[in-house]
């Protein structure tokens, strides 16, 4: 799972607007005019969406706006900061209404369906769904991030950097103080993780940080730290005590989903075509999986894979290794030019996640400072879990489950993908196309990548790992139907853990893991099917319509583009 699409862009927004002549150019030729205009309307947009929320900003490498340091802000919840955020929605949305689109190339039209759709998912998001109102966790993984991404990339020296960690810290105590104002009610899971990956901050600020401390900073660390721990310990006990007290649904419900689904998705398919499709093929992978273990039963083949494991001691070291063999087989049959960049490490993924990344996943490099680190997260078996639970775990993520996993988050799935958005020309749409990249592009690429490497011979002659291939799919299904099923037509958790368990095979651990993930998102499960489909119907067309078809220029092609829709990706290259 990507980080950059999990962290949507249609949370709220805060800070102050740019204006909209902040980065006119002076004009040549009424081409280039229309052309710089265009580029100042789209740097607005993204250049004022960072200013509007400057955990992002940090993360996406964009550390002054106007000269205002945004590395030493939190993104503002309160009225003013709501307002801020949909007087950018409503300016850009009508400056894009009053654009001569028969003017506009290819390039320029497929930034404009990526803008109006990211517009509309934070107009849903502000309006109706109104996640600050309703779920904690926004508020929690705000303060992780915002934390976290300053200490870990090094775009300034250590001193510089705590600086701003200390200067954020200072102000979390105003951070809760806004939670705990606008939060009316919440789901009872929501509740819960927040508490719990509010742990995972309290030990980040109190362990993580404190220990990177330069001595120099220490003593106004230490101060800042004591009065934010306060402030987070104080918040778990409103959160339990007070919040608890107004339980509401997790569910979307029907009418917002199918709203959330057509922005996010932007396949053009309705939640019930792809819950149709995604329920045919769940049956078609189960028969292709018993065709694959004859004369085994499936069960008794996946026993056989899941018993060739690493040990909770040497799991990290098992995705390291992964990762070199990945990397090797990509570069011995040409799939694709690699990333120059050496930026890719391996490390555990933050407490103040795991809630969400219960298994792992990847953060990108800063679109901005695409030099600095790329990170694949793999959550480690924590050391208090029960034998049973932490053997589960591991049977799940046995040599060929580590093996996929690796492909899709890192080698060539999304650390991959993300480095060629990283390239993208000019600053303006790289960032468009990176923070708010479509996630079936990105995650269908991440499952393609699954099916490429195994088609090519990856691990040909490791038993079972072409079977462990379509019990990921059987995955990716199942993430499609849950999602919809869960949000929209009231399945039950025993009907869940049935489908993961019974019908794709999954062991209880992952599967308990993966309902958890359901109940904390929504939208996003889906991802998976909607853009593994689409990346093979693209290359289908994109065959079609090139002779001498070469899939190594296919690969580049498609991700040099950046994550737009893949209709829209469709357009472009075909």
Same mark, same amino acid.
């Given at each position: 799972?990507?980080?950059?699409?999990?962290?949507?862009?249609?949370?709220? @927004?805060?800070?102050?607007?740019?204006?909209?002549?902040?980065?006119?150019?002076?004009?040549?030729?009424?081409?280039?005019?229309?052309?710089?205009?265009?580029? $100042?309307?789209?740097?607005?947009?993204?250049?004022?969406?960072?200013?509007?929320?400057?955990?992002?900003?940090?993360?996406?490498?964009?550390?002054?706006?106007?000269?205002?340091?945004?590395?030493?802000?939190?993104?503002?919840?309160?009225?003013?900061?709501?307002?801020?955020?949909?007087?950018? @929605?409503?300016?850009?949305?009508? +400056?894009?209404?009053?654009? %001569?689109?028969?003017?506009?190339?290819?390039?320029?039209?497929?930034?404009?369906?990526?803008?109006?759709?990211?517009?509309?998912?934070?107009?849903?998001?502000?309006?109706?769904?109104?996640?600050?109102?309703?779920?904690?966790?926004?508020?929690?993984?705000?303060?992780?991030?915002?934390?976290?991404?300053?200490?870990?990339?090094?775009?300034?020296?250590?001193?510089?950097?705590?600086?701003?960690?200390?200067?954020?810290?200072?102000?979390?105590?105003?951070?809760?103080?806004?939670?705990?104002?606008?939060?009316?009610?919440?789901?009872?899971?929501?509740?819960?993780?927040?508490?719990?990956?509010?742990?995972?901050?309290?030990?980040?600020?109190?362990?993580?940080? +404190?220990?990177? !401390?330069?001595?120099?900073?220490?003593?106004?660390?230490?101060?800042?730290?004591?009065?934010?721990?306060?402030?987070?310990?104080?918040?778990?006990?409103?959160?339990? %005590?007070?919040?608890?007290?107004?339980?509401?649904?997790?569910?979307?419900?029907?009418?917002?989903?199918?709203?959330?689904?057509?922005?996010?998705?932007?396949?053009?398919?309705?939640?019930?075509?792809?819950?149709?499709?995604?329920?045919?093929?769940?049956?078609?992978?189960?028969?292709?999986?018993?065709?694959?273990?004859?004369?085994?039963?499936?069960?008794?083949?996946?026993? %056989?894979?899941?018993?060739?494991?690493?040990?909770?001691?040497?799991?990290?070291?098992?995705?390291?290794?992964?990762?070199?063999?990945?990397?090797?087989?990509?570069?011995?049959?040409?799939?694709?030019?690699?990333?120059?960049?050496?930026? @890719?490490?391996?490390?555990?993924?933050?407490?103040?996640?795991?809630?969400?990344?219960?298994?792992?996943?990847?953060?990108?490099?800063?679109?901005?400072?695409?030099?600095?680190?790329?990170?694949?997260?793999?959550?480690?078996?924590?050391?208090?879990?029960?034998?049973?639970?932490? %053997?589960?775990?591991?049977?799940?993520?046995?040599?060929?489950?580590?093996?996929?996993? $690796?492909?899709?988050?890192?080698?060539?799935?999304?650390?991959?993908?993300?480095?060629?958005?990283?390239?993208?020309?000019?600053?303006?749409?790289?960032?468009?196309?990176?923070?708010?990249?479509?996630?079936?592009?990105?995650?269908?690429?991440?499952?393609?990548?699954?099916?490429?490497?195994?088609?090519?011979?990856?691990?040909?002659?490791?038993?079972?790992?072409?079977?462990?291939?379509?019990?990921?799919?059987? +995955?990716?299904?199942?993430?499609?139907?849950?999602?919809?099923?869960?949000?929209?037509?009231?399945?039950?958790?025993?009907?869940?853990?049935?489908?993961?368990?019974?019908?794709?095979?999954?062991?209880?651990?992952?599967?308990?893991?993966?309902?958890?993930?359901?109940?904390?998102?929504? !939208?996003?499960?889906?991802?998976?099917?909607?853009?593994?489909?689409?990346?093979?119907?693209?290359?289908?067309?994109?065959?079609?319509?090139?002779?001498?078809?070469?899939?190594?220029?296919?690969?580049?092609?498609?991700?040099?583009?950046?994550?737009?829709?893949?209709?829209?990706?469709?357009?472009?290259?075909?």
């Amino acid at each position: 799972m990507n980080k950059k699409f999990f962290r949507s862009f249609s949370g709220v @927004l805060a800070g102050v607007l740019l204006s909209s002549s902040s980065w006119a150019a002076a004009p040549v030729t009424k081409a280039a005019s229309n052309d710089a205009q265009f580029e $100042t309307l789209v740097d607005d947009f993204v250049f004022g969406t960072l200013a509007l929320s400057p955990t992002t900003a940090t993360a996406s490498g964009y550390h002054l706006h106007h000269g205002v340091s945004l590395d030493d802000a939190w993104d503002d919840f309160t009225a003013a900061g709501i307002a801020a955020s949909q007087g950018l @929605l409503h300016d850009i949305d009508a +400056r894009i209404g009053r654009l %001569d689109t028969a003017s506009l190339n290819a390039e320029q039209k497929a930034d404009v369906d990526i803008m109006r759709g990211a517009l509309g998912a934070s107009k849903l998001e502000l309006d109706e769904i109104q996640s600050y109102r309703h779920n904690p966790t926004t508020y929690v993984e705000i303060i992780g991030n915002g934390l976290y991404s300053p200490y870990v990339l090094q775009y300034a020296s250590a001193p510089e950097r705590y600086r701003h960690i200390i200067n954020r810290l200072q102000k979390i105590p105003e951070v809760i103080r806004q939670a705990e104002a606008n939060l009316m009610d919440a789901p009872e899971i929501w509740n819960r993780v927040a508490r719990e990956e509010n742990d995972g901050n309290v030990a980040l600020i109190d362990t993580t940080l +404190r220990s990177g !401390c330069p001595t120099e900073a220490r003593m106004r660390y230490d101060q800042a730290a004591a009065a934010a721990i306060a402030s987070l310990q104080g918040f778990n006990r409103w959160l339990e %005590d007070h919040l608890a007290e107004h339980v509401s649904d997790w569910r979307l419900g029907k009418d917002l989903y199918a709203k959330k689904f057509r922005l996010s998705l932007a396949t053009g398919k309705t939640p019930e075509a792809l819950l149709a499709e995604a329920e045919a093929d769940l049956v078609k992978t189960q028969a292709e999986m018993g065709r694959l273990a004859a004369p085994k039963s499936v069960e008794q083949a996946l026993a %056989d894979v899941a018993r060739q494991h690493a040990t909770a001691a040497t799991y990290m070291a098992s995705a390291k290794q992964s990762l070199a063999a990945a990397t090797a087989f990509v570069k011995s049959k040409d799939l694709l030019t690699l990333p120059p960049n050496a930026n @890719l490490d391996v490390i555990d993924t933050p407490e103040f996640m795991r809630g969400v990344y219960g298994v792992g996943g990847f953060n990108s490099a800063p679109a901005l400072e695409p030099k600095l680190g790329a990170f694949y997260w793999v959550t480690p078996i924590p050391a208090n879990w029960p034998q049973a639970r932490i %053997d589960s775990k591991l049977r799940e993520y046995n040599d060929s489950g580590m093996q996929h996993l $690796t492909v899709h988050e890192a080698m060539p799935g999304h650390y991959v993908q993300a480095e060629y958005v990283n390239e993208l020309q000019p600053r303006s749409r790289r960032l468009l196309r990176n923070i708010v990249g479509n996630g079936p592009y990105i995650e269908g690429w991440a499952v393609y990548a699954q099916q490429l490497m195994a088609d090519q011979g990856y691990l040909s002659d490791t038993p079972g790992y072409r079977l462990t291939l379509q019990k990921q799919l059987l +995955r990716v299904l199942a993430n499609t139907i849950l999602d919809i099923r869960l949000q929209t037509m009231k399945m039950t958790d025993r009907q869940a853990l049935d489908l993961m368990t019974l019908s794709a095979y999954q062991e209880t651990e992952e599967a308990t893991a993966k309902l958890q993930r359901a109940k904390l998102s929504s !939208c996003q499960l889906p991802t998976y099917y909607a853009g593994y489909k689409g990346w093979l119907q693209l290359r289908e067309h994109y065959q079609a319509a090139h002779a001498g078809f070469n899939l190594k220029t296919f690969h580049e092609s498609a991700l040099k583009e950046g994550a737009v829709p893949l209709p829209v990706l469709d357009r472009l290259l075909n």
